[in-house]
């Protein structure tokens, strides 16, 4: 089965802008517009925060946002919060039917 | 409101089973795809299990075929694991996942932890 990779970690200043991005380890990078973002604070459950690549469930802040280009897929959370302190997750769905999930980013907010 | 409950896990001996199950509520269940989603102590999410709303197609990752088997009773309102031979590598909090948006886990469960150790 593929793989994702993500950086260990990202860090960023109240106010700025952070990416995380999410590569694909093979040319499988998986089913076009499948990939999904989770954020998860320590001691609780993940939450959905982008899907199919670019779009946010409702009640998700607008300062979160997903792209993709080739290989490699991206969130990019604007305006920084002391909230949005947290781990991240990629997770894309393959040709095989199934679902990877990237490792996780530590975002810390300085 | 959607809830996910897991139930089921517990401390038990390597080569043992074991049955999580999940009691969803909230929304119709029979139209949902569902799947479990595992985390070991202080590490990442790992996907493991996924099964289509009327059971006809189920989708493991590798570490866990021939060992583990999702199932669901749209009857009943429930979602099951079994899973056996189990080893130490199968130490993790496990959540019950219900995929409502394309590609998407929109709701999960609180876990249900699973020890493996003798």
């Known amino acids: 089965q593929s793989a994702l990779t993500q950086p260990a970690s990202v860090s960023g200043s109240p106010g700025q802008s952070i990416t995380i991005s999410c590569t694909g380890t093979s040319s499988d990078f998986g089913i076009d517009n499948s990939v999904s973002w989770y954020q998860q604070h320590p001691g609780r459950a993940p939450k959905l925060m982008i899907y199919e690549v670019t779009k946010r469930p409702s009640g998700v802040s607008n300062r979160f946002s997903g792209s993709k280009s080739g290989n490699t897929a991206s969130l990019t959370i604007s305006g920084l919060q002391a909230e949005d302190e947290a781990e991240y997750y990629c997770c894309s769905f393959f040709s095989d039917r199934t679902y990877v999930f990237g490792p996780a980013t530590e975002v810390t907010v300085l | 409101e959607v809830q996910l409950v897991e139930s089921g896990g517990d401390l038990v001996q390597p080569g043992g089973s074991l049955r999580l199950s999940c009691a969803p509520s909230?929304?119709?269940?029979?139209?949902?795809?569902m799947g479990w989603v595992r985390q070991a102590p202080g590490m990442g999410l790992v996907w493991v299990a996924l099964?289509?709303?009327?059971?006809?197609?189920?989708q493991y990752v590798d570490s866990v075929k021939g060992r583990f088997t999702i199932s669901r009773d749209n009857a009943e309102n429930s979602l099951s694991l079994h899973m056996n031979s189990l080893t130490a590598e199968d130490t993790a909090l496990y959540y019950c996942?219900?995929?409502?948006?394309?590609?998407?886990?929109?709701?999960w469960g609180h876990g249900t932890l699973v020890t493996v150790s003798s």
């Open positions: 996942a219900r995929y409502g948006v394309a590609y998407g886990i929109d709701y």
């Open positions: 909230g929304f119709t269940f029979r139209t949902f795809w």
């Open positions: 099964i289509k709303p009327d059971g006809t197609e189920k």
